[in-house]
């Protein structure tokens, strides 16, 4: 039946600290937070009782009624949906808060000792259930965010299991401090795309960003994970860069970092906007001029120097919804159940 919904409703899970939701997005006019299954601390899972718990969402979708935690969100399109057919494959693990740095924009920020502290539960045996079950089917996505991925316990055992099950895409967003042995295993196999949290070009704004000294450690794992791509393959390492206000948001920092993404080699960036300032300028409907110029630079210059362009949330959804920008070409975040990501497949999005 076509209707208007997206991935995540229909065949997404989101596992959050305490609870499982639809998905992450939070920068949308709605601000999302569907949860479906409160009260949640890693236990097995009943599939049938899942599935059952997400039906009621499709079918508001299918009578046209989105729920008001979607309204706007850029993930909502209008298809023939499969929504009879029970099948994950778009996954998000977000189910931890510890971390090896203090980035100052994370929503942990107020208060570090107590997240850092917090406990969490292991999702391996979860997933591994649903794989021998035949529920999860290929050419959708996996993402970890969390919290920083490569300290889990079971990460590791999480990527090889991606691996051996020929998964099509898995996002991992890292500090990039701890090298992992498994994301590279992952780049070669043209499986896992890594985004390196480095939101600066000097070792001094890194440090006032993520409030430890690993600037320099950060961009040798960094080229690390650029020596295990195929060269003639789509990039699957990027680093990332998270505007914010009187920190960041001028023109010598990004020149400045889009010159290291060329030094280590790195052939994709990320850009986004700090969430609470976003929202802030989206309710006064006055997204600031230098941040529009900020904007306008990056794309320029990272057309000069052969750089794909990769937009995440708040800058996707600004960009979406402005007509300051209307030759902004960039590679969306999400991309279509095509397999894995390699210069054949990379053609195919519209």
Not at 158 to 165: A, D, P, R
Not at 197 to 226: C, H, P, Q, R, W
């Amino acid at each position: 039946m076509i209707f208007n919904s997206c991935n995540w409703i229909n065949h997404g899970l989101n596992f959050e600290p305490h609870h499982i939701e639809m998905c992450c997005l939070r920068c949308h006019i709605g601000g999302g937070n569907l949860i479906i299954k409160p009260g949640f601390n890693g236990e097995l899972l009943n599939w049938d009782e899942v599935f059952e718990l997400k039906k009621p969402f499709i079918e508001q979708n299918k009578n046209g009624h989105i729920h008001n935690k979607c309204e706007g969100c850029f993930n909502l399109y209008e298809k023939d949906w499969e929504e009879d057919k029970k099948y994950f494959n778009y996954l998000h693990f977000n189910h931890w808060t510890h971390c090896n740095c203090k980035c100052i924009y994370c929503f942990t920020d107020y208060n570090k000792d107590f997240y850092n502290t917090q406990r969490y539960y292991n999702v391996f045996p979860i997933v591994k259930d649903m794989f021998e079950k035949n529920l999860f089917k290929p050419g959708g996505e996996i993402t970890f965010a969390g919290g920083e991925p490569t300290i889990l316990d079971e990460f590791e055992d999480l990527l090889n299991l991606f691996i051996e099950n020929d998964v099509s895409r898995v996002t991992i967003h890292t500090s990039g401090i701890k090298y992992s042995p498994a994301i590279s295993r992952g780049i070669k196999a043209g499986i896992v795309d890594v985004v390196v949290s480095l939101d600066s070009g000097t070792t001094e704004t890194f440090k006032k960003i993520k409030n430890v000294s690993a600037y320099e450690k950060v961009i040798e794992n960094t080229k690390m994970y650029v020596d295990a791509e195929i060269k003639d393959n789509f990039p699957l390492v990027s680093t990332k860069y998270i505007m914010m206000p009187d920190i960041n948001d001028n023109i010598d920092e990004v020149e400045k970092w889009l010159s290291i993404n060329k030094e280590c080699n790195v052939r994709s960036i990320v850009i986004d906007i700090e969430h609470q300032w976003f929202k802030l300028q989206r309710e006064k409907c006055a997204f600031p001029k230098h941040g529009r110029d900020i904007f306008d630079y990056i794309y320029k210059r990272a057309k000069e120097l052969d750089l794909n362009i990769i937009l995440y949330n708040s800058a996707r959804y600004y960009i979406n919804n402005k007509q300051d920008f209307p030759n902004f070409d960039f590679i969306p975040y999400i991309y279509p159940s095509l397999g894995k990501i390699n210069n054949e497949t990379i053609q195919k999005i519209p």
